[in-house]
């Protein structure tokens, strides 16, 4: 009869935890997320669901005691981009409440334009969901912050400051004393001076010229805008600005 060597199953069974616990330790700190990660994630998402997954990390690291202002700007930054996206208009005023809440967190922990930028960027939009005399107030909060940010990251976003503050100019209806067509065109000039290869800089630009009188100059955007290459990275944005520019040239420009 063969012998029955001595039982060790408790050790074992200890070492398969101890090497388990290893195991999720060493995956968990090679995989933990840092703000680098999330920008870039978010600089590269192409859809509703990668933003969303990008803000649920953002809330994670949170919960988990990150709470450095960077941190709340992206989070603003996520939340602004799922606001910006949203059909419904209550899901769409949460998400760009939760918005400036999170840059808010971030400006009392440090003067950081970016965070000021998704703030202003998530008041217009809040704005334009709402309407009214509260609107006007936001769209005038708004535009202080990103006159501030063109002057202290005027390349941020692409310019994106000064062509955001561009267009609420060129677009404002005259009652608002908000709308200055010429400004707002300058504005714009100096948003495709910073980030030339941006279309939608151009095609913000041909429509401040329609609105000036100056055809020729807005023909001229329209064209290049149409056979401009496609940028991989903002493609959607790419497609649907290529569309509108085609519009403005069978409009007759």
Do not use: C, H
Not at 146 to 154: C, D, F, S
Request: proline share 4%; net charge neutral; no cysteine.
């Amino acid at each position: 009869m063969a012998t029955v060597e001595p039982v060790t199953f408790m050790p074992r069974v200890l070492a398969y935890i101890w090497l388990a616990a290893s195991v999720i330790f060493m995956a968990a700190t090679a995989y933990a997320a840092t703000v680098e990660d999330v920008t870039r994630a978010l600089d590269n998402a192409q859809n509703a669901s990668d933003i969303s997954r990008e803000a649920a990390v953002i809330e994670s690291m949170i919960k988990a005691g990150d709470r450095g202002p960077d941190v709340y700007t992206q989070l603003a930054r996520a939340y602004y981009l799922l606001g910006e996206g949203e059909p419904g208009k209550q899901k769409k005023l949460a998400y760009l409440e939760k918005a400036a809440a999170a840059a808010d967190k971030s400006l009392a922990r440090k003067k950081d334009p970016v965070a000021l930028y998704w703030r202003s960027m998530a008041l217009l939009q809040e704005a334009d969901a709402t309407g009214g005399l509260r609107a006007l107030s936001m769209v005038k909060e708004a535009l202080r912050g990103l006159e501030e940010v063109a002057k202290t990251a005027p390349r941020y976003d692409e310019a994106g400051a000064y062509r955001s503050w561009g267009k609420v100019l060129i677009d404002a209806p005259g009652w608002t004393f908000i709308g200055d067509k010429k400004k707002g065109m300058a504005l714009l000039q100096k948003a495709k001076e910073i980030a030339p290869d941006n279309l939608v800089n151009r095609l913000y630009l041909a429509q401040a010229f329609i609105k000036n009188g100056l055809r020729a100059e807005a023909r001229t955007e329209a064209q290049y805008i149409v056979s401009a290459p496609l940028n991989q990275k903002n493609l959607k944005d790419d497609l649907e600005t290529k569309d509108e520019a085609e519009k403005l040239l069978k409009e007759g420009l």
